[in-house]
């Protein structure tokens, strides 16, 4: 981690970067650009929680480093829309409902989709595409075209009085997209011509050597496992992933199989592309998910969420037996068309162990070409710095390997390495005069959202951890301080020990001792009588059980 330091004032005419999320996770894509008092961002994304985060929902970018500047901010450009770039935007907006937001087509649509669900009015959504230049106060927006693996996707040019800067967002560089929707190389040529100060690529497949497989080559594979279906067939994918329901879909109607969307953001987000034009179904092919039980096994295919193991996604209700119309069993097959998002692994495997368990054949990346990454591998990457030329690089989008991994990439092609900045959130870099520096760091801590509360909730997350792996133990001692003596207790209740309570009979009479000296020493407070109980059975548990767990000490004065 860097050293926190304290980023000097911004000079006029400097530009400065600060990543709030993205840099370290993949998850929570955002950055913020400033120059002369004016902000704009590109991304406003969610990460989705980890086991070490019990009882979150989310986690956004550090959204706090904009408190008291939200009046600043000039745009909020959305390169594609996938969570982990505009999931953030509703709380973003519930502190400024009005900031411009630009974005192509189906980005947008369901970015509305999001603020209505949020309750949020008075939001200003520009439609913009490839080719166009628009004016947000001092910053010149151009739109480039790139290849994800989700329709629409932007990279975006931010040209300022300190230079010009390249962020592709997430893509890749897929020669023959099943959209005819190619990554704008001749756009990026054109604007090297003029000269690209920073450029902010895309990390997340930097390590991988060579060039990400195309689409269309997953299809045989597909097609082999819906040969192979003799029985229900079920296929998780990503509820954004409009390209792979497209393969689905066509594939559903050669095999003569009806489908049905399983999970509330699938049928939300398909819905949104077929009405915009973006996905083309053909009119008697979707049913509804009730209505599966009107049709033979063989007769559907269920398109699903959950295929990265989120406890609450239909694919983990199926496989715990908890949903309430799919039921599977042995001959049934499950397609896992999407790649594991790092982090998610234990989730995934645990998801494809129940699956298993019920006598389902489980078809994933790792036993099938069935899924190709929307990220730009080692060799697209090389082909955009050497068509670029950057003065100065910024890797984005990706864990701490894969930023440096782009790093390298961008020095074998000649871009000095005093030149080439690796950072985490939160980290300031400032470019001026055609160099980019690190020159500081601010607190880019997450942000959690947890039912209601949004904010930095780390000290509740450090106590659910402990409870769930160190156990809990409450002491309750009643005392009377006029007679500075103990009344009754301590009594000593456990959760999370395998020991019998007898194995405590030991610390309650250090217990006993202990308060009945603190009180002949003159104490006369709860408080310092439950430090004192907290001091002595905290010492005992650790000695004794070698365990941290959570105390609590409670004194009830008489």
């Known amino acids: 981690m860097s050293e926190l330091r304290t980023p000097p004032e911004l000079k006029p005419g400097t530009l400065r970067i600060i990543p709030l999320g993205g840099l370290g996770d993949v998850g929570r894509n955002s950055a913020s650009f400033e120059i002369d008092g004016e902000i704009a961002l590109v991304d406003c994304g969610v990460l989705f929680p980890e086991e070490r985060h019990p009882g979150v929902d989310l986690i956004l970018p550090a959204l706090d480093i904009l408190d008291g500047r939200l009046d600043d901010i000039r745009a909020l450009v959305l390169t594609h829309g996938h969570e982990d770039h505009i999931g953030a935007v509703p709380y973003l907006l519930k502190q400024r409902a009005d900031i411009p937001i630009y974005g192509s087509k189906l980005t947008l649509a369901l970015v509305a989709a999001k603020l209505k669900e949020h309750r ?23 739109f480039f075209a790139v290849n994800h693996s989700i329709p629409d996707g932007l990279a975006v040019a931010l040209r300022t009085r300190a230079g010009t800067v390249l962020h592709t967002g997430d893509f890749k560089m897929d020669q023959l997209p099943l959209d005819g929707r190619l990554t704008d190389l001749r756009g990026f040529a054109r604007l090297a011509e003029e000269g690209v100060d920073l450029f902010m690529p895309d990390s997340t497949n930097a390590e991988t050597p060579g060039f990400t497989p195309l689409e269309k080559d997953i299809e045989p594979s597909m097609a082999r496992v819906f040969d192979q279906a003799q029985h229900k067939l079920v296929v998780a994918c990503f509820a954004s992933h409009v390209h792979r329901v497209q393969q689905v879909l066509n594939l559903a109607v050669k095999h003569g199989r009806k489908v049905a969307y399983v999970g509330r953001s699938m049928v939300r987000n398909m819905a949104t592309a077929r009405d915009l034009g973006y996905l083309h179904v053909p ?34 209700r199926i496989a715990n037996r908890e949903h309430p119309v799919i039921e599977l069993g042995p001959g049934d097959i499950v397609l896992l068309a999407s790649s594991l998002i790092p982090g998610n692994e234990n989730s995934v495997y645990r998801v494809i162990n129940g699956l298993t368990k019920l006598g389902a054949q489980v078809v994933h990346k790792g036993n099938a070409f069935v899924h190709v990454s929307g990220h730009a591998s080692a060799g697209e990457l090389l082909y955009c710095y050497n068509i670029l030329k950057p003065r100065n690089v910024m890797p984005v989008h990706g864990e701490i390997r894969h930023l440096i991994a782009n790093a390298k990439l961008a020095i074998a092609t000649g871009v000095p390495a005093e030149n080439t900045v690796v950072c985490e ?48 133990i409450s002491v309750v001692a009643v005392v009377n301080f006029h007679s500075r003596r103990l009344v009754a207790g301590p009594d000593i209740h456990t959760r999370g020990f395998a020991e019998e309570a007898s194995v405590f009979e030991d610390v309650k009479r250090q217990l006993v001792t202990a308060i009945e000296q603190a009180l002949a020493d003159g104490v006369d407070d709860e408080y310092r009588i439950q430090q004192v109980i907290r001091r002595t059975i905290g010492a005992w548990v650790s000695k004794r059980l070698r365990r941290r767990p959570m105390i609590v000490p409670v004194v009830v004065a008489t």
């Open 283 to 316: 009119g008697d092919v979707l049913i509804e998910m009730k209505d599966i039980d009107k049709y033979r096994d063989d007769e559907v295919v269920i398109i699903s969420t959950g295929s990265q193991g989120e406890p609450l996604a239909a694919l983990s």
């Open 425 to 472: 959130d939160g980290d300031v870099v400032d470019l001026a005069d055609g160099r980019a520096r690190k020159v500081g760091r601010v607190d880019a801590a997450y942000v959690f959202v947890d039912g209601s509360t949004v904010g930095d909730i780390t000290d509740s997350i450090s106590d659910r951890l402990i409870l769930g792996e160190e156990g809990f």
């Open 120 to 142: 949020i009015r008075g939001y200003q959504l520009h439609q913009v595409k490839e080719g166009e230049r628009h004016r947000a106060g001092n910053f010149e927006l151009e």
